[in-house]
């Protein structure tokens, strides 16, 4: 608990260096977190990236084993199951099978517009307040006249930049997570037309 009470000192004594800047980036990065543990969760129970049961299900059809590939297409424990199935039925209905994989590969790309929207603003915002402390630096060394304090000014601008760190250290790892999440549903996305082309057209696996 006494831990708990320091940090939230520090914190309360970050803010109150960086101003109402620092204070709304800390705010986008506690935003952006809980958007990024939303999509690992999303992500984990949709089964993202877990493709062997339909893989298997893909050369069940392939071998002529209809009843088998349907049943495993449907116990598989990803979101791309629904699309195999109706895919092993419906040879026919090639458009739909895209609609519904876009649908299925849409939702799970819910929250990324924000993620980079946080990522973008974080150094922008970091650097208006870099802006407005260096005014304030300079303008106190403007009202201080011969008897300015060199220390003084410096604290300022060491003030001042901090609001630039901070930006940088909330969009550096973000972009990076944001880059995985979209190499991830690239790859689901792959997937998917190759799971849709498989089963309309058995056999293009394995030739």
Do not use: C, N
Not at 40 to 45: K, R
Not at 65 to 88: D, I, T
């Amino acid at each position: 608990m006494i831990h708990l009470y320091q940090a939230r000192d520090a914190l309360a004594a970050f803010i109150d260096l960086g101003g109402w800047v620092v204070a709304l980036i800390i705010a986008l990065s506690v935003l952006s977190g809980a958007v990024v543990l939303w999509k690992l969760a999303q992500f984990y129970t949709a089964g993202v990236g877990r493709h062997a049961p339909l893989l298997a299900a893909l050369a069940a059809s392939d071998a002529g084993q209809q009843a088998r590939a349907l049943a495993l297409a449907e116990a598989a424990p990803s979101h791309l199951a629904p699309v195999l199935a109706l895919a092993l039925q419906a040879r026919d209905a090639r458009d739909r099978l895209y609609t519904l994989a876009e649908a299925r590969l849409a939702r799970l790309e819910a929250g990324f517009r924000l993620l980079d929207g946080v990522a973008q603003t974080a150094p922008l915002l970091g650097l208006f307040g870099t802006v407005l402390g260096m005014i304030a630096a300079f303008r106190a060394m403007q009202d201080a006249g011969q008897s300015v304090d060199p220390s003084v000014l410096a604290g300022g601008i060491w003030v001042a930049l901090m609001t630039t760190a901070a930006g940088l250290a909330v969009a550096m790892p973000l972009s990076a997570i944001l880059s995985w999440l979209e190499g991830r549903m690239a790859h689901e996305r792959r997937m998917a037309e190759a799971l849709i082309e498989g089963a309309l057209r058995p056999g293009l696996a394995h030739g």
